[in-house]
């Protein structure tokens, strides 16, 4: 495909994008990410006819709408957040489909925050939406780092965003300072599996009914980067305030 062809084609993605309220998008470069990214990780270890990673992402509108809800009698948890990142993966896998497009990858339940294919924050940084905070979090100027990613591989030639943004924590130093588990040890230094034994151990979690809880969230709470907060402002113009005025909130 021509370049004029595949800058068309961004284009369409991206308005696409923004017409459908998926208000974080960037995509990354395919041969920087199976450069940068150990085995195992890497797209091509992964989906080997991608020519695109799109990145995408959902701003959390308070500490609820990042709980965990018992799924009925099933006694499963699914994420409010995550159930809507979900939903714009399937209108943008539907979209890349219909225009002769395949997509790979996506998947959000199973394995834990460890295993999720792709290193999700180091590719969104790598196309400029946000940079790595010393929480291990991906900052955004919009939500701070108080949103879910997801991404979907994609066979469609899309142009990469090359635009890096830089670390703004500077000495900031909030989040280590508010850490329960004491993972975030400083720059660069993040001990994941501490954090997860601690946001997975029941005896840590928020029950603020017998079918809703919430994890340890102190790193996102107390962070005081992004425009919009874990407060009635934050609402405004977001998918959540959609859904509440639609149920009459």
């Given at each position: 495909m021509e370049l004029k062809q595949r800058e068309r084609l961004t284009h369409i993605v991206k308005k696409f994008s923004i017409k459908?309220?998926?208000?974080?998008?960037?995509?990354?470069?395919?041969?920087?990410l199976n450069q940068k990214a150990r085995a195992g990780r890497r797209p091509k270890d992964l989906f080997p006819t991608a020519k695109s990673i799109l990145l995408f992402g959902c701003g959390m509108a308070d500490p609820i709408s990042r709980g965990w809800v018992c799924n009925g009698k099933g006694g499963d948890y699914i994420s409010l957040t995550l159930s809507e990142l979900e939903n714009r993966k399937w209108i943008l896998k539907k979209f890349?489909?219909?225009?002769?497009?395949?997509t790979f990858g996506g998947d959000i339940y199973g394995e834990g925050i460890l295993n999720t294919g792709i290193r999700l924050a180091n590719a969104a940084e790598s196309?400029?939406?946000?940079?790595?905070?010393k929480s291990n979090l991906l900052i955004?100027?919009?939500?701070?780092?108080?949103?879910n990613l997801l991404y979907l591989a994609t066979d469609a030639p899309l142009i990469p965003d090359r635009e890096v943004e830089k670390d703004n924590c500077g000495g900031c130093k909030i989040c280590q300072t508010h850490c329960t588990s004491?993972?975030?040890?400083?720059?660069?230094?993040?001990h994941a599996r501490q954090c997860e034994c601690i946001i997975n151990c029941s005896e840590n979690k928020m029950y603020y009914s017998s079918?809703?809880?919430?994890?340890?969230?102190?790193?996102?709470r107390m962070c005081p980067k992004g425009d919009m907060h874990w407060d009635a402002e934050e609402k405004k113009n977001t998918w959540f305030e959609k859904i509440e005025k639609k149920n009459g909130g």
């Open positions: 459908n309220d998926i208000d974080i998008l960037g995509i990354a470069d395919v041969e920087e890349l489909r219909e225009q002769g497009f395949h196309c400029g939406m946000g940079y790595i905070g955004t100027k919009k939500y701070g780092p108080r949103l004491g993972a975030i040890l400083g720059d660069g230094y993040f079918h809703l809880n919430i994890d340890c969230d102190m790193c996102l």
